[in-house]
């Protein structure tokens, strides 16, 4: 069987780096690890962190003390709320979230404390959007562009004349994006768009593309729970190819041995490890 790589697939350059923290402490480890909220959206590279020692932090449930331990923050971020109540209890943060998800962040922040009442365009229930919503109290969190025209129709109702901005989930399609934000300037069209978006999932995304002329079918290596890697299997869907998402070696189904080239992506959150043994084991069929 022939297995061709996307260009780009696998882990972001945010996502290596909280990993790589995350080893890191487990190497020097003296006392009790966390991470506040599951470190990826890998069950392998969860499990593996398990291995090494982390236990995983509930935001809405922590323990009343933490002393000396340390906590790794995902690269999704946290409020400033949740930051002082684990340093309230004791524990040594390492802050591994992504500088571009702190970019928004401060962006959020800076936007409120202007005065603007701030759209954020991406999941209500997404670790990283709970945590930039608040920087910036009162922001209004819409999904899509129904959401937002109907968002953006109450709040012109209330106050015509505020200031309105948005900003984007880091991984939210420039699609997407686009029609939210024309949808709000129906009541607001001074709103301030802010590109917040990030370019590994739009560039994992194009690879894959540039892979369905060449394939027979694509497999996408990953977790199903992660969002970045169900949407990788939609693109290769989309491309009337038949696609499967693998989050093991040994779970292949069984039609692909069918096909004589399969294209291999895998998402954000995929380590290259697991990648390595899929591709050897397509190889094999
Ligand atoms: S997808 Fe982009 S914003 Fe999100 S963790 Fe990776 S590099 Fe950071």
């Known amino acids: 069987m022939r297995v061709i790589r996307a260009r780009v697939l696998g882990f972001c350059a945010g996502v290596r780096r909280t990993v790589d923290l ?32 982390f236990s995983v932090l509930d935001e809405d449930g922590l323990p009343e003390t933490l002393a000396g331990s340390v906590t790794v923050i995902r690269a999704h971020g946290v409020g400033p709320a949740a930051r002082g109540e684990l340093l309230r209890r004791g524990t040594k943060i390492i802050d591994a979230t992504c500088p571009k998800v702190r970019g928004s962040q401060m962006k959020a922040l800076a936007l409120s404390r202007k005065g603007f009442t701030v759209f954020i365009a991406g999941e209500k229930d997404h670790g990283e959007v709970r945590g930039i919503r608040m920087f ?20 012109f109702s209330r106050d015509g004349a505020v200031k309105t901005a948005i900003i984007g989930q880091t991984t939210i399609s420039g699609a997407e994006y686009r029609v939210i934000c024309a949808a709000i300037r129906r009541f607001f069209p001074a709103l301030a768009v802010y590109d917040t978006i990030c370019g590994a999932t739009a560039a994992r995304q194009e690879a894959l593309a540039g892979l369905c002329d060449e394939a027979d079918a694509l497999v996408i290596a990953g977790d199903p729970a992660s969002s970045n890697t169900r949407r990788l299997l939609a693109v290769a869907k989309g491309h009337a190819k038949p696609a499967w998402i693998v989050s093991d070696a040994s779970c292949l189904p069984p039609e692909l041995g069918s096909f004589g080239t399969v294209g291999l992506s895998a998402g954000t959150s995929t380590p290259d490890v697991l990648i390595g ?3 050897r084991a397509i190889a094999l069929l």
């Open 22 to 53: 995350a080893r890191e402490a487990a190497k020097e480890r003296r006392t009790r690890l966390f991470t506040m909220g599951p470190l990826i959206h890998n069950g392998r590279a969860l499990r593996e962190l398990e291995e090494a020692g």
């Open 277 to 279: 043994e899929i591709e």
């Open 136 to 155: 910036a109290p009162g922001s209004l969190v819409v999904e899509n562009g129904e959401e937002a025209f109907e968002t953006a129709k109450a709040l």
